[in-house]
């Protein structure tokens, strides 16, 4: 192991990164972890915010990640309200926004994303939501305990979560999607018909094939005008158009970006002892034989453990030994009252298959390119789920040329 003298700082109290600060210490490391957070707030689970948090199932207690005493066993030394400006590589040194110069051995990256945001005229209403902080999820549930209208702009599965949320809440609630067909963005379409139509049955209505032009109220948001004049009466707006990833603060160093920061095969970036994880890396999946981002929960601790494992063992010199990481991308969402699961990455060529019916309990569509299976969703169903993921990390998918689409970026 390496002495008791060196530093590892992980940049982003994130999911990702407490699962590379867990990593680290299950090593044997017993040198320095700091974990430098942008937020004011203790680390935090997020997938709930969109969902359970929204309806008032869960509190902020629930969805907290660790407490000051759990970091106190881990010996983590925590900066919060401190984001990262700059990594000198050369000197080892992060520059945070709070001027403390902060020496480093190795570093973690797990900075995330940001919301993409719109930009038209009203954009900056009261009343229009981003959601991708705890802050930004209690202002939004402070809006929704007030009832009303609510409009979600976009269907991914943040709008459909949020959506989803609205409805449990009794809010009318109405998605405007830019494509053609809602949903098409992120799945096969007999899986984004499926589920269209499950929002459609909770009561919300779908308008696809209009974007927003303009944002109309006085000091708060009263209206939302669409591409084809259709105006919609909005207490609350949402938009979840997509998200970029949080690496501006590299643009001065010697760290390579594409879409991310980019890595190779065992999450090390071009520069020695820094590594990246969750959805800011962009790294070298030797399953697929190309680079990609994942922007999943599963993802961001399973590659936060692996990244720092490996990151350890660079730092003791045991290059060797490092593992690659090559994941079968999975993410699940809970909508409309139903659990999904979806394993695999999208296959522009492949056939579709149905197990049951999509408007019964439970079903399954599976995407095949010859014998080879190369995704699976599934609704209500965790044992087929389990059986899916077991094939697919059991499959030869890197013989095949993938296009991918938001699962692997």
């Given at each position: 192991?390496?002495d008791?003298h060196?530093?590892?700082?992980?940049?982003?109290?994130?999911?990702?990164?407490?699962?590379?600060?867990?990593?680290?210490?299950?090593?044997?490391?017993?040198g320095?972890?700091?974990v430098?957070?942008?937020?004011?707030?203790?680390?935090?689970?997020?997938?709930?915010?969109?969902?359970?948090?929204?309806?008032?199932?869960?509190?902020?207690?629930?969805?907290?990640l660790?407490?000051?005493?759990?970091?106190?066993?881990?010996?983590?030394?925590l900066m919060l309200?401190?984001?990262?400006?700059?990594v000198?590589?050369?000197?080892?040194?992060?520059?945070?926004?709070?001027?403390?110069l902060?020496?480093?051995?190795?570093?973690?990256?797990?900075?995330?994303?940001?919301?993409?945001r719109?930009?038209?005229?009203?954009?900056?209403?009261?009343?229009i939501?981003?959601?991708?902080?705890?802050d930004?999820?209690?202002?939004?549930?402070?809006?929704?305990?007030?009832?009303?209208?609510?409009v979600?702009?976009?269907?991914?599965?943040?709008?459909?979560?949020?959506?989803?949320?609205?409805?449990?809440?009794?809010?009318?609630?109405?998605?405007?999607?830019?494509?053609p067909?809602?949903?098409?963005?992120s799945?096969?379409?007999?899986?984004?018909?499926?589920?269209?139509?499950?929002?459609?049955?909770?009561?919300?209505?779908?308008?696809?094939?209009?974007?927003?032009?303009?944002f109309?109220?006085?000091?708060?948001?009263?209206s939302?005008?669409?591409?084809?004049?259709?105006?919609?009466?909005?207490?609350?707006?949402?938009?979840?158009?997509?998200?970029?990833p949080?690496?501006?603060?590299?643009e001065?160093?010697?760290?390579?970006?594409?879409?991310?920061?980019?890595?190779?095969?065992?999450?090390?970036?071009?520069?020695?002892?820094?590594?990246?994880?969750?959805?800011?890396?962009?790294?070298?999946?030797?399953?697929?034989?190309?680079?990609?981002?994942?922007?999943?929960w599963?993802?961001?601790?399973?590659?936060?453990?692996?990244?720092?494992?490996?990151?350890?063992?660079?730092?003791?010199?045991?290059?060797d030994?490092?593992?690659?990481?090559?994941?079968?991308?999975?993410?699940?969402?809970?909508?409309?009252?139903?659990?999904?699961?979806?394993?695999?990455?999208?296959?522009?060529?492949?056939?579709?298959?149905?197990?049951?019916?999509?408007?019964?309990?439970?079903?399954?569509?599976?995407?095949?390119?010859?014998?080879?299976i190369?995704?699976?969703?599934?609704?209500?169903?965790?044992?087929?789920?389990?059986?899916?993921?077991?094939?697919?990390?059991?499959?030869?998918?890197?013989e095949?040329?993938?296009?991918?689409?938001h699962?692997?970026?």
């Amino acid at each position: 192991m390496p002495d008791l003298h060196m530093d590892i700082v992980v940049v982003g109290a994130s999911v990702a990164g407490m699962s590379a600060v867990e990593a680290v210490r299950s090593t044997g490391f017993e040198g320095r972890i700091t974990v430098v957070g942008a937020e004011d707030e203790l680390p935090y689970d997020k997938p709930p915010l969109s969902k359970e948090f929204l309806a008032g199932d869960v509190t902020e207690a629930d969805i907290a990640l660790c407490t000051r005493s759990q970091l106190d066993s881990f010996d983590v030394e925590l900066m919060l309200g401190a984001a990262v400006t700059h990594v000198d590589a050369e000197q080892r040194l992060l520059e945070l926004s709070t001027g403390v110069l902060l020496p480093y051995d190795g570093v973690l990256l797990a900075t995330g994303m940001a919301p993409r945001r719109l930009n038209c005229a009203g954009a900056d209403l009261a009343g229009i939501h981003y959601l991708r902080t705890l802050d930004d999820a209690r202002r939004l549930q402070a809006d929704m305990a007030a009832g009303g209208e609510m409009v979600v702009i976009g269907t991914g599965f943040i709008g459909g979560e949020v959506a989803s949320s609205g409805r449990r809440r009794g809010l009318d609630v109405t998605m405007v999607e830019l494509a053609p067909a809602a949903f098409s963005g992120s799945v096969e379409p007999l899986v984004a018909e499926a589920l269209t139509a499950a929002h459609i049955a909770e009561g919300v209505r779908i308008l696809c094939g209009r974007s927003v032009v303009r944002f109309d109220g006085g000091d708060r948001v009263r209206s939302v005008v669409l591409s084809d004049g259709t105006v919609i009466a909005a207490d609350i707006v949402v938009v979840g158009i997509g998200a970029a990833p949080q690496d501006g603060y590299l643009e001065r160093s010697t760290l390579a970006r594409a879409d991310g920061v980019l890595c190779d095969r065992y999450c090390r970036t071009n520069t020695p002892a820094i590594y990246a994880a969750g959805d800011v890396c962009r790294w070298y999946n030797p399953r697929y034989e190309r680079h990609g981002r994942v922007e999943h929960w599963t993802n961001a601790v399973e590659q936060g453990a692996q990244a720092a494992r490996n990151l350890v063992l660079e730092l003791s010199g045991s290059d060797d030994e490092r593992v690659a990481y090559s994941p079968v991308p999975y993410f699940w969402s809970r909508q409309c009252e139903r659990m999904f699961q979806y394993a695999g990455v999208r296959h522009e060529s492949a056939s579709l298959s149905l197990e049951g019916d999509v408007e019964g309990p439970r079903w399954a569509v599976t995407a095949h390119v010859g014998d080879t299976i190369t995704s699976a969703f599934t609704a209500n169903w965790p044992g087929r789920a389990v059986k899916y993921r077991r094939l697919l990390n059991e499959s030869h998918a890197h013989e095949m040329a993938m296009s991918l689409d938001h699962q692997v970026r």
